[in-house]
């Protein structure tokens, strides 16, 4: 009876073996353990090279996948991601290239290859990728999407023009107003862009980033009152996001941002120490703060947070 039992037990772990190694032996599974990775990367709790040895691992288990499988999409535009976090670009656009070649449409990976051809400085080619843009989404949004990728690469006057064109398509958008007044700002236009940060905050009062580039040019301008009401509402909206989630890390970040602009540093520093108090490896926590408290004259405690960032991030000199 007892050699029955231990018979029936050997064959079920044959058999779990048996099945285990068949997962190995699927691209499928080498993506799951590759996503598990990623995920296990982007943990702000992590140092720097815990993360790095994360994404190494989980480029490995692309290319197992694509060695299985070689026209799995996902698996080239993930591997394309990873490569470009790893600061490998030029091999990333290689992997964006083979997912395009079969879904050519796909306006997010072609958005993420120009980003890697412009951090390689193929700038020509990131340039021509910015018109099959348009042509795959001749949309409001597809002309906006074209219009901050040409932001990016610094053709400002092209973009001016893309912006326009998403406008004349959906005259409501508030990203394209945003967007278009962000150029005319960098063209040395401050007043014509305030008229279309204007409009976008009109259209969405809860726009935060409108409302914080638009308290940027009225602070440069000197007009402190409006530039000080327009940091308020930042203050205000990031403020309801952190009632709908406390533990919301960037929002405490750019609550505490914005009300350093508006001289509130101590309440900003309270900001930047809750955010740390949610994740103490997180670098603009670290930065901001230090920030703060040299604006405040506290230079040894400025010091000590920017030794935190640095230890964080020892690229940083």
């Known amino acids: 009876m007892i050699r029955e039992i231990l018979l029936m037990v050997l064959v079920a772990l044959a058999s779990l073996c048996t099945v285990s190694m068949a997962q190995e032996d699927t691209a499928g599974y080498w993506v799951d353990k590759a996503s598990e990775l990623l995920k296990e990367s982007s943990n702000v709790s992590l140092n720097q090279n815990d993360s790095k040895v994360a994404m190494l691992n989980a480029f490995e288990a692309y290319s197992k996948a694509l060695e299985i499988d070689p026209q799995m999409a996902e698996a080239w535009a993930n591997k394309g991601k990873v490569l470009y976090m790893l600061e490998r670009p030029d091999e990333a656009v290689d992997s964006y290239k083979r997912y395009?070649?079969?879904?050519p449409e796909n306006y997010t990976i072609r958005s993420l290859m120009i980003e890697a051809l412009t951090?390689?400085?193929?700038?020509?080619?990131?340039?021509?990728q910015t018109y099959m843009i348009s042509e795959v989404d001749p949309s409001s949004q597809g002309w906006c999407n074209r219009g901050m990728i040409l932001i990016e690469l610094g053709e400002f006057k092209d973009a001016l023009d893309s912006f326009n064109r998403s406008l004349e398509i959906d005259p409501q958008s508030a990203q394209a107003l945003y967007w278009k007044a962000g150029v005319l700002a960098e063209m040395g236009r401050a007043e014509k862009a305030l008229e279309f940060y204007d409009e976008a905050t009109r259209i969405d009062p809860q726009f935060a980033e409108a409302w914080r580039d638009k308290g940027y040019i009225l602070k440069n301008l000197g007009r402190g009152d409006e530039a000080r009401e327009a940091f308020s509402n930042v203050a205000?909206?990031?403020d309801g996001a952190i009632k709908l989630n406390p533990n919301d890390i960037d929002a405490w970040i750019e609550k505490g941002s914005a009300l350093a602009y508006i001289n509130e540093s101590e309440e900003a520093n309270r900001c930047y120490d809750k955010a740390i108090e949610l994740s103490p490896q997180y670098l603009p926590a670290w930065n901001s703060k230090g920030v703060t408290l040299y604006s405040l004259g506290k230079y040894e405690e400025a010091v000590q947070c920017f030794d935190k960032v640095i230890q964080l991030n020892p690229k940083i000199r």
């Open 100 to 103: 395009l070649e079969m879904y």
């Open 119 to 128: 951090v390689s400085g193929r700038n020509e080619e990131a340039l021509n």
């Open 236 to 238: 205000e909206i990031y």
